[in-house]
């Protein structure tokens, strides 16, 4: 009778199991009660179910506990606290007359290569000081974003980290080159970035955890294995699962001592392995999308797409991410190739932080991919507008700032195409006008480079191979500033700000430490890049018109001015305490200084000739302005609102308007 119901079961449709078998509760995986260990599986197609426990990782020796068939499709059991605590186990489902064993796909604690989880309560399992509060942070888009590996960030030689290439590297204090230049968690803190987004930090598949240092056994982690569980070749000690939870506890609470809130790159459009991965064993065919004839849908390009539109596969998604927003106090999540996903789910992902902290970032990659899931359901950028406070990456500013990034040779606006200037200038707008994708900002990421296709210095070399290198460093800077100087939310590839150079090669998910990792010796020959970035960082927090909230006030405060063919200039203007503020922006990509003409004020300069100058601004004399070539000019000014003094005291209080306004232009003379 048991083998004909799961043969009936088998053939059942994903809808028909999502109507019959959608589980609502809270508690699949393993739960702790102070004298319990709960054990939960949905497995509706399954005929029977046991949990095998081992002592050790590696012993063969097992105990067998039969599960019973509960709500919804689960199957769930109960052992003792003590002994079992610290056990490792698996599932093992029969399955239409066949055995399959896999990980619990809920497993929060795995060992080594993720093989079996572990009976472990991450919620024990804390650094000597942990606590819930996160870096003060107002919205989205005074956010600067920073893409970081966790091994390349401290792996290199000159970093002066004792545990290169781990969580734990990078919570060192105090590294610095042989020359002095900070180093590794010093040097995220110095640049000023707001948070700090660590490429795959869950338990992926192709790294070998047994010989983590290995040069060749190197991935940036887009093959998901356990979701729950942290990586374990970023421990000290892979075999021991508390390990790796306590050091990335530890981790996230030493960028936050620091002012960086941490964002996790979650990958749940595809999985490394469609029929080996826990996902995949024990409800076959349910968590992956096919196509019209029972194939897999491959629009990831990995071989595989999950259905996120399906109840269980959106709620492991919802899950998973407020698992570890509660658990491990993360601040965003960047979702890889968002447009594979739904927008019901990125909603039901977006309500669910929110409940959590609704300061959570939630970005993504809305490309338009090719998996058959309706275009109006699709959770790509044609469709942002059905997800508020979900933001997209905008590859338009990033081709337009320096070329199709599918088309080595195709140039961008740095490089001197300027028929693209009215991309840059529509991302430079926050991408909310009627040609952009946005409502609002805060749907926008701005980013011109990642870790994907060529870092900007080597697209630059083949795009524009006769430049010199000083021409090459002055496009890139110029690149960056574009970013820093946009609406929305920047984003910035680690080591962007010194020219980061992977020799040409487009795809390094591989490549090893010896190509990926951060060069702290180029960073440190290019301190004047560096600190040129960091000023920007500076500018755009200390200027609120940089970051404007809403795509209203964008409208408002933001007019592009007409220049010459090659520049992209812009003035953004309010009035705010009785004074009139406003900054002009003027990005020069042409190989020649330009000089353009000035409205009346006493405008002051704090950014010329690749310098950031807020604390020691120049006093620009008269109305025309040198804009180097291949450089951004930034100038300032702020006055009383005469006409608002007029109105409130007279002519006696315009003149005092007069008089403070005459009395800086000689102060700034002297």
């Not at 900070?182 to 040097?187: R, S």
């Not at 979702?335 to 039901?348: A, I, R, Y």
């Not at 006055?639 to 002519?651: E, I, L, N, Q, S």
Request: with cysteine; net charge negative.
């Amino acid at each position: 009778m048991a083998l004909k119901q799961t043969a009936d079961m088998l053939t059942l449709s994903p809808q028909e199991i999502d109507e019959r078998y959608t589980y609502t509760g809270t508690d699949l995986g393993v739960t702790f009660t102070e004298t319990t260990i709960r054990l939960r599986l949905w497995a509706p197609t399954a005929e029977r179910v046991i949990v095998r426990l081992f002592r050790t990782l590696k012993a063969r020796k097992v105990e067998e506990f039969e599960m019973r068939s509960s709500e919804q499709g689960t199957w769930v059991t109960e052992v003792d606290r003590i002994p079992y605590e610290g056990y490792f186990y698996t599932f093992q489902a029969m399955i239409g007359g066949a055995k399959v064993e896999a990980v619990d796909p809920y497993a929060k604690a795995v060992g080594t290569n993720g093989r079996r989880g572990a009976l472990i309560d991450p919620s024990a399992i804390n650094p000597d000081r942990w606590v819930m509060e996160r870096p003060l942070f107002h919205s989205s888009q005074d956010a600067v974003i920073y893409e970081l590996h966790v091994r390349d960030a401290t792996s290199h030689p000159a970093s002066g980290v004792k545990a290169r290439g781990t969580f734990l590297g990078l919570t060192e204090a105090g590294t610095q080159t042989e020359t002095g230049m900070p180093t590794g968690l010093d040097y995220l803190a110095d640049l000023g970035v707001t948070h700090v987004q660590l490429l795959p930090i869950y338990d992926y598949a192709t790294v070998n955890e047994s010989n983590p240092g290995e040069e060749s056994n190197y991935n940036w982690g887009y093959d998901p294995q356990n979701y729950f569980a942290p990586e374990g070749s970023y421990s000290s000690n892979p075999d021991d699962p508390s390990v790796r939870i306590r050091e990335l506890k530890t981790l996230i609470q030493a960028l936050h001592d620091r002012g960086i809130r941490v964002i996790m790159d979650v990958v749940f459009n595809h999985t490394f392995d469609a029929e080996k991965m826990p996902l995949g064993q024990f409800v076959p065919g349910y968590f992956y999308r096919q196509n019209a004839d029972g194939t897999l849908s491959n629009g990831s390009f990995c071989g595989n797409d999950t259905a996120s539109e399906r109840a269980m596969m959106r709620k492991f998604i919802v899950d998973c991410t407020t698992y570890w927003a509660r658990e491990y106090h993360l601040d965003g999540f960047r979702f890889d190739l968002m447009g594979v996903h739904d927008v019901e789910t990125m909603n039901q992902v977006r309500s669910a932080l929110d409940r959590v902290d609704p300061s959570i970032l939630l970005i993504g990659e809305g490309w338009d991919m090719d998996t058959p899931l309706p275009l109006d359901e699709k959770a790509n950028y044609h469709n942002a507008t059905k997800m508020p406070r979900i933001a997209h990456f905008n590859n338009g500013i990033r081709d337009g700032i320096k070329g199709d990034v599918q088309e080595a040779e195709d140039r961008g606006y740095v490089g001197g195409a300027f028929e693209r200037t009215s991309e840059v200038k529509r991302g430079i707008a926050g991408n909310v006008s009627s040609q952009g994708f946005a409502d609002e900002p805060n749907q926008v990421v701005t980013y011109c480079e990642a870790h994907d296709d060529l870092t900007t210095w080597d697209k630059l070399a083949v795009t524009n191979p006769d430049d010199t290198e000083e021409m090459r460093k002055k496009r890139q800077m110029l690149a960056t500033a574009i970013v820093l100087t946009s609406q929305g939310i920047p984003f910035l590839h680690a080591g962007q700000e010194f020219f980061r150079t992977k020799n040409g090669n487009r795809n390094t998910f591989n490549a090893g430490e010896a190509i990926n990792r951060l060069d702290y010796e180029r960073a440190d020959e290019n301190r004047g890049a560096v600190a040129y970035v960091k000023g920007l960082i500076a500018l755009r927090r200390q200027y609120p018109m940089f970051r404007l909230e809403n795509a209203a006030l964008i409208k408002k405060h933001l007019r592009f001015l007409e220049e010459e063919e090659g520049v992209i200039a812009y003035e953004l203007k309010r009035t705010y305490e009785g004074y009139i503020e406003r900054q002009r922006v003027y990005h020069n990509a042409t190989e020649e200084d330009i000089t353009v003409t000035l409205p009346h004020g006493d405008f002051e300069a704090l950014v010329e000739e690749n310098v950031v100058k807020l604390h020691a601004p120049r006093l620009v004399e008269g109305r025309e302005l040198t804009v180097p070539a291949l450089s951004t000019t930034v100038i300032a000014e702020r006055r009383p609102d005469y006409k608002k003094y007029a109105v409130a005291g007279g002519t006696a209080m315009a003149i005092l308007g007069l008089l403070y306004a005459a009395n800086k232009r000689r102060k700034n003379k002297k």
